[in-house]
């Protein structure tokens, strides 16, 4: 899917403020990389590594994996496309709702794709299934130990558990090593999101040496440039650096998800600082979406899109005391006066 | 194929001072680019367009076609991985020697391959041709004119022309608007050669509506990060700073393919500042290459791997009268002592 994700400041004209539509950590200080790559001057002129071995080395160390359990794509989103192409005539189970490229990418490479409400109607039906835990968009997290249970007793079906989000959410996510053991289990992750760079799309696929061999298989030359690789090893190497307030960011959304509440939205329980919400009276999101862009520059992520939601359905992510309070405020006042 | 490439300075343990193995024209002063990108605070934190819409207009407008007929890529090796899935069960010719990517595109996609010395050897037997022109690496030029006529004479062959090199000669390459009129010619274009800028991934394919919307089907979202869009707009905005001095270089190339030719090598007829040149007496460019990098920092492309080229064959690029004096200064010392 290209259009209708969160975060299309692109598609309006008029300044967005206040962005509730990114799941991705805001107001993160980036200078210290700006610094680093700028410092470069041989960042564009040289080519990228033709693959990015030496960057595969560096997560595998910090994973505990031995370098050929790990694939750096261009971004989580190439991971997801290399993973449907793992299975031909496939049947696959997507865990809604839940981000679209899941079910997108199974669709190009040919499967059959079924939505399905919980990780329960599994069965050896599926050459693969597609969980994204913790959960965009609802926050949702299915216990790690729950997962690889349903792996164990399907050992047919291809398990790719999106873990993009794993450092939004105080549960443990399936470790690296947990997955590499297994014949059935790839994990895909984020750099993105780890460390709030959404300009640069850099991601990872983990699995066995087996997965990885075939996913690597079909790679070009140069799928990732300079800049990109050279931020990944600086990010890597500056950890400290990006570690996140996640109790505080909590602790925010919390208040955020009472006063959505407190005006009548339905908010579902989520484990991360974004949410999935409900509007009252089957209302419509892209309408009051719509009303928050043109009375108070503010984007929020309409979900209608996301199978199988509706037109009520939008979500935010907390952004701050401040702003989480106007973005209350400009609802309520859509919901009185606006509709 | 990964490896084996030119400009693989990633490979050696020595400092390359002098890289000859590189197509991509050296020396450019990026610094305003470089400022551009330095300015935008937002440059890493905010996500990028879906897909390149913006990028896309901007080039068609410059080349006088409409915007569907342009679609950008991860580079030109994405274009040409993308063209390959184009045909199935196809039977694709590549004309040799050439680029390896042509060749292991097709075979990725499922294609029959066959090498061709020439073009007039093609025939409505196969179902896409793949011609590099001006080809890399000897840098012929097949008249465009030539290959439009062939197209028309074989309207069932997609005709693959990849024009990375089209500023790198003073030849005319087929123009977009006789590629766009056509069913069956798909333009392939490389920022990363028209601006020098290989650390960033830019290239672009250009086609009839009809083949350029099959390609753009399989599109992932954000496949183009922030940077690598906002300099490839920026480079489009400041097209006379990066005039290339095709005349001094094409200069320079000619005193290099004559002091070569003095000490003995055999160096095919280019149109551009890169050559191929055979050693005598079967000798080794392989040993010769990693001669240089020893003595003299020095880095050449063996060319060996190019189908189907043996182990004598290895191209340069002109670099500059002082550094090309160097090189063959540094290859007579080798034949004379050195093997």
Same mark, same amino acid.
């Given at each position: 899917?290209?259009?209708?994700?969160?975060?299309?400041?692109?598609?309006?004209?008029?300044?967005?403020?206040?962005?509730?539509?990114?799941?991705?950590?805001?107001?993160?200080?980036?200078?210290?990389?700006?610094?680093?790559?700028?410092?470069?001057?041989?960042?564009?002129?040289?080519?990228?590594?033709?693959?990015?071995?030496?960057?595969?080395?560096?997560?595998?160390?910090?994973?505990?994996?031995?370098?050929?359990?790990?694939?750096?794509?261009?971004?989580?989103?190439?991971?997801?496309?290399?993973?449907?192409?793992?299975?031909?005539?496939?049947?696959?189970?997507?865990?809604?709702?839940?981000?679209?490229?899941?079910?997108?990418?199974?669709?190009?490479?040919?499967?059959?794709?079924?939505?399905?409400?919980?990780?329960?109607?599994?069965?050896?039906?599926?050459?693969?299934?597609?969980?994204?835990?913790?959960?965009?968009?609802?926050?949702?997290?299915?216990?790690?130990?729950?997962?690889?249970?349903?792996?164990?007793?399907? @050992?047919?079906?291809?398990?790719?558990?999106?873990?993009?989000?794993?450092?939004?959410?105080?549960? @443990?996510?399936?470790?690296?090593?947990?997955?590499?053991?297994?014949?059935?289990?790839?994990?895909?992750?984020?750099?993105?999101?780890?460390?709030?760079?959404?300009?640069?799309? +850099?991601?990872?696929?983990?699995?066995? @040496?087996?997965?990885?061999?075939?996913?690597?298989?079909?790679?070009? @030359?140069?799928?990732?440039?300079?800049?990109?690789?050279?931020?990944?090893?600086?990010?890597?190497?500056?950890?400290?650096?990006?570690?996140?307030?996640?109790?505080?960011?909590?602790?925010?959304?919390?208040?955020?998800?009472?006063?959505?509440?407190?005006?009548?939205?339905?908010?579902?329980?989520?484990?991360?600082?974004?949410?999935?919400?409900?509007?009252?009276?089957?209302?419509?999101?892209?309408?009051?979406?719509?009303?928050?862009?043109?009375?108070?520059? +503010?984007?929020?992520?309409?979900?209608?899109?996301?199978?199988?939601?509706?037109?009520?359905?939008?979500?935010?992510?907390?952004?701050?005391?401040?702003?989480?309070?106007?973005?209350?405020?400009?609802?309520?006042?859509?919901?009185?006066?606006?509709?």
């Amino acid at each position: 899917m290209i259009y209708g994700h969160g975060d299309d400041i692109h598609g309006h004209s008029r300044p967005i403020r206040y962005n509730f539509s990114s799941n991705v950590r805001q107001g993160v200080d980036h200078s210290g990389l700006m610094l680093h790559l700028w410092e470069d001057l041989t960042l564009l002129s040289n080519y990228p590594e033709p693959a990015p071995v030496s960057l595969e080395e560096k997560i595998s160390e910090a994973l505990g994996v031995k370098s050929n359990c790990v694939m750096v794509t261009n971004g989580a989103t190439e991971a997801i496309y290399l993973a449907a192409t793992l299975k031909i005539d496939a049947r696959s189970a997507v865990l809604t709702p839940t981000f679209a490229e899941y079910a997108d990418a199974a669709a190009a490479a040919g499967h059959e794709v079924r939505n399905m409400p919980s990780i329960l109607s599994l069965s050896k039906d599926y050459d693969m299934a597609w969980i994204c835990n913790p959960n965009n968009p609802t926050g949702r997290m299915i216990p790690a130990q729950e997962i690889l249970e349903i792996a164990d007793a399907l @050992p047919y079906t291809l398990m790719v558990v999106d873990q993009a989000y794993h450092r939004y959410t105080p549960f @443990p996510a399936i470790e690296p090593h947990e997955a590499v053991l297994r014949n059935n289990v790839l994990l895909i992750y984020s750099m993105t999101k780890d460390y709030s760079v959404p300009g640069l799309r +850099i991601g990872y696929a983990v699995g066995n @040496p087996h997965i990885i061999a075939r996913m690597r298989s079909g790679r070009m @030359p140069w799928a990732m440039s300079t800049p990109a690789l050279k931020a990944a090893h600086y990010l890597l190497d500056h950890e400290a650096d990006y570690a996140m307030p996640l109790e505080d960011m909590l602790a925010q959304a919390q208040r955020l998800k009472q006063g959505l509440e407190e005006i009548g939205i339905k908010v579902e329980p989520s484990t991360t600082p974004f949410m999935l919400c409900e509007l009252p009276d089957l209302a419509d999101a892209y309408s009051l979406k719509q009303y928050l862009i043109d009375k108070a520059d +503010i984007l929020i992520r309409a979900a209608g899109n996301m199978r199988p939601l509706d037109r009520p359905y939008f979500r935010v992510a907390s952004i701050g005391a401040e702003a989480d309070a106007l973005l209350v405020k400009k609802i309520k006042e859509w919901m009185q006066y606006g509709r």
